[in-house]
């Protein structure tokens, strides 16, 4: 549920590294950011009349796009938008949209679906807002995960990048998110422009808040979606308990990750009509406040303005700790916890792994999650990081994932379920080839400003976030 504010500071610190290093060989000038236009003043994001009639995953509209890091540098790649129908939790239709990048010599029978880590309920933060050349660059961590599809994209790989909370940015409801990346895997799968062959395979991957979405589109695509040619799902610190992962949260740096998220169940098209009436009876005018702006901005804002607070004191709620086990609550929660139900399990190889020090998402849910899994035979590699934290565990497991994602395209993953625990916190910077060395060595300079155990962020948070941003 949760993309901590130390992988936020990772990820910047990864984007500004490679800022001047990739400049000169991409195409300039920027275009003015008044000319992007805000997802609610985009008429791109409004679907046709009559839309509901047509299948999940339908292209709606299309158009192509300039891809920019930060907003300001082009990325020599196609990329374009599409349109498309997806599914609201009761059913009902909606439409969100993804973006693709293409890089040249693409491989055409394959394509990767990365779920970024957004973690907002404000619609200003969807990544294929901030995609755009030209765009402002609100969303920090959509903004800076585009040096993380670099790597797919040099590996020949097109990468489609949904916003898998769909239009109203439904922060946290994973059935949701889930039935967002299959429709937009769909949608691709569909998408002639980019000369795709038969039907093609599918990798899909998700970090954290990306976890949600990736994993629930792990647990639904049998039943949901079972035409598609999935080969491989990624999945690293997975909030799969919702209830275990807002304890872990309340009261820390990372505690203001739980209104957007308390704002998405409750948005319309996820569990509106359940929590709507009960939210607003039972929080302080504090409480609507913070909720109020949890709509209306992105990751950092939300992290400083909910810093060290706990959802349970009675400033922002009247129950107290009886919140969180009131019945309504209760059903909505179970509801979007992984591993419930045995015919929600994964059938494709899945890649799973976490760090035993974790402090933002719990390990014993991820290990929990896996278990389960495994007792339903599915096909999981799970894998335990003993060193390291939330954050740079993403950065020291990279070409574990890479390796994973290529035997899963060549149909040579391990059967079974396999358990192995690693020991180690360096990246190599040619772990993964000369061609990727220079975006590796980002990353290993991230990885030493976040330190052991990400210990210099969490002693001090909001001061790395604002020497470092």
């Known amino acids: 549920m949760a993309l901590s504010l130390v992988r936020m500071v990772r990820l910047a610190l990864v984007g500004l590294a490679a800022f001047t290093s990739i400049a000169s060989a991409l195409p300039a000038p920027p275009v003015p950011r008044s000319t992007v236009l805000a997802p609610d003043a985009d008429p791109f994001y409004q679907p046709p009349a009559g839309f509901a009639s047509e299948a999940p995953g339908t292209i709606l509209s299309q158009r192509d796009i300039t891809a920019a890091f930060f907003g300001l540098i082009p990325i020599d790649v196609e990329a374009y938008q599409l349109l498309y129908r997806t599914t609201a939790v009761n059913g009902s239709a909606i439409a969100t949209v993804t973006t693709v990048f293409k890089p040249k010599n693409a491989k055409l029978d394959r394509f990767v679906s990365f779920a970024t880590a957004y973690d907002s309920s404000a619609t200003k933060c969807q990544p294929s807002y901030a995609y755009q050349l030209g765009a402002p660059q609100d969303s920090l961590i959509a903004s800076v995960e585009l040096l993380i599809i670099e790597i797919y994209l040099a590996l020949g790989y097109t990468v489609a990048s949904p916003d898998y909370e769909g239009p109203e940015a439904a922060f946290g409801p994973g059935r949701l998110a889930g039935m967002g990346v299959l429709d937009g895997i769909r949608a691709v799968k569909s998408f002639k422009t980019l000369g795709l062959t038969g039907n093609p395979m599918v990798v899909g991957m ?24 999935i080969k ?133 849910d991820a290990k929990k999650m896996v278990n389960s899994w495994c007792n339903w035979d599915a096909n999981v590699k799970f894998t335990t990081y003993a060193s390291g934290g939330h954050a740079t565990t993403e950065i020291i497991a990279i070409p574990d994932v890479i390796n994973f994602v290529k035997n899963a395209f060549a149909g040579t993953t391990k059967s079974g379920c396999i358990a192995n625990t690693e020991l180690g916190s360096i990246l190599n910077p040619i772990a993964l080839g000369v061609e990727l060395e220079p975006i590796l060595v980002k990353l290993i300079d991230a990885l030493f400003n976040l330190g052991e155990q990400d210990s210099k962020v969490k002693s001090d948070p909001v001061g790395v976030l604002s020497t470092n941003l």
């Open 206 to 229: 998700g970090y954290s808040g990306g976890a949600i979405a990736t994993g629930w589109a792990a647990s639904l695509q049998p039943k949901y979606a079972s035409e598609l040619n």
């Open 232 to 364: 491989g799902w990624v999945q690293g610190g997975t909030p799969s308990n919702v209830t275990g992962t807002m304890y872990q949260l309340d009261n820390t740096a990372f505690s203001g990750l739980l209104p957007p998220a308390i704002a998405g169940l409750s948005k319309p098209s996820a569990y509106g009509a359940e929590l709507d009436t009960f939210i607003s009876k039972v929080m302080t005018a504090d409480g609507q406040k913070i909720l109020d702006s949890a709509v209306s901005e992105c990751v950092t804002e939300d992290l400083l303005a909910f810093f060290e607070r706990s959802i349970f004191e009675s400033s922002f709620q009247s129950m107290g700790e009886d919140f969180i086990f009131d019945p309504i609550v209760q059903s909505v929660l179970k509801q979007n916890s992984m591993a419930v139900n045995k015919d929600e399990t994964p059938t494709a190889p899945t890649f799973v792994y976490h760090a035993t020090n974790d402090e933002v998402i719990p390990y014993a």
